[in-house]
């Protein structure tokens, strides 16, 4: 059957647990790993992280990280509608999610820890969601919410878009959680169903917000004022292939998937998605992606979860990048199980590592990438 990003998630997270007991995060070195010759430095940037997930440089040149937090133990069963078990029903709090900002010197400060987070079934590993992402519009920073909604124990506040006050303090400006429940989309898994959805990734482009949504496969644009509208229903022509990340790229917009479980290398694809919503596929054979990040040299840089295992397992997550000319670098491979990817104003790669599994409260990391040109090529299609 196939499975959301929420649904894997939680439903891999015991596996994850045995995996972690017996195999250590591999330490920063200077290899580069996968390629003919020059180091690719690799560095543990901060650490201190609960659960994180998107990642985003502010306009005051610090680096701010959303957290899915640590969950709760609200529950709504009987108020409104469930996640179906053994997914479900989720338990969550109005507090727990958290935004923190990361100085040059790796220094963490918490820039709020009042946003929802949310807890699944225990039976199932107890996946949490919470702050997904984070993008900045005239100066002020944004949040992405995924662990709101009553579904998810926090009827108090919706999965949503909300502006950060400076205080701690939020406004909610788009509730996405109505707009999931009031436009549904034609294709999704009934066995793990999320009627408020899970939103994953947010950027802002041409001063409006883009959001990706997994669960129900939907690419939406928010303006500024908290209209809602759908750019494309994915699932309608894809199928459930569960999209989970966007970037900007040349006037259009790239997405990528994660697809369903077990995991099969080369599975996943990269779709070009048009402003008016027209989709085909851009690249062909990566695998469990939860990043996509574009440098200033349209080079599109790809996080995988996890490679060669059919579940995600610490230890086996990379980036590579599909280079202007088609070709495949392998940029750096090893990673435990990362979540979110961006390009510093240094030009350098932040990647979110352990950014879920039962050392993420607490033990999230982010670990800065100083690209070189010294990535081994491979034989790939070209694009």
Known sequence: MKKTISTQISFIILIVLA?????????ADCNCHGSDSTAVKVTVFATGFNNPRGLKFGPDGMLY??????????????????????????????????????????????VSDRLPSSKGNDITGGDIEGVADIAFLNGIGYALIAGGGCTHGVPSVPNSIVRMNGNGG???????????????????????????????????????????????????????????????DISATQGHIVPTVVAAYNGNF?????APFPIVE?????????????ISIWATGVTSVLGIAVDDKYRVYILENTVGAPFPTPGMGRIIRINENGSRSIIYSGLTLPTGLTIGPDKNLYVSNVGLGPTAIGGGQVLKIEVKDCAKKEVGIKY
């Not at 790239?254 to 994660?258: M, R, T």
Request: with cysteine; hydrophobic share 35%.
């Open 19 to 27: 995996f972690t007991a017996c195999k250590k995060e591999k330490p």
């Open 65 to 110: 990280v959303a957290e899915a937090g640590i969950g709760g133990k609200d529950s709504t069963v009987g108020k409104c509608l469930q996640v179906a078990f053994p997914i479900g029903p989720f338990v969550g709090s109005p507090i727990g999610g958290r935004i923190s900002k990361v100085s040059a010197s790796g220094l963490r400060t918490t």
């Open 170 to 232: 939020f406004t909610v400006i788009a509730n996405l959680s109505e707009w999931l429940l009031t436009h549904p989309a034609k294709n999704t898994a009934p066995g793990d169903f999320d009627p408020e959805g899970t939103p994953y990734s947010m950027i802002v482009y041409n001063n409006n917000f883009y959001v990706i949504e997994p669960n129900h496969g939907e690419f939406l644009k928010v303006t500024p004022a908290g209209v809602i509208t759908r750019i494309a």
């Open 254 to 258: 790239l997405v990528s998937n994660l």
């Open 266 to 278: 080369g599975s996943s694809n990269v779709y070009k998605i048009t402003p008016a919503g027209q």
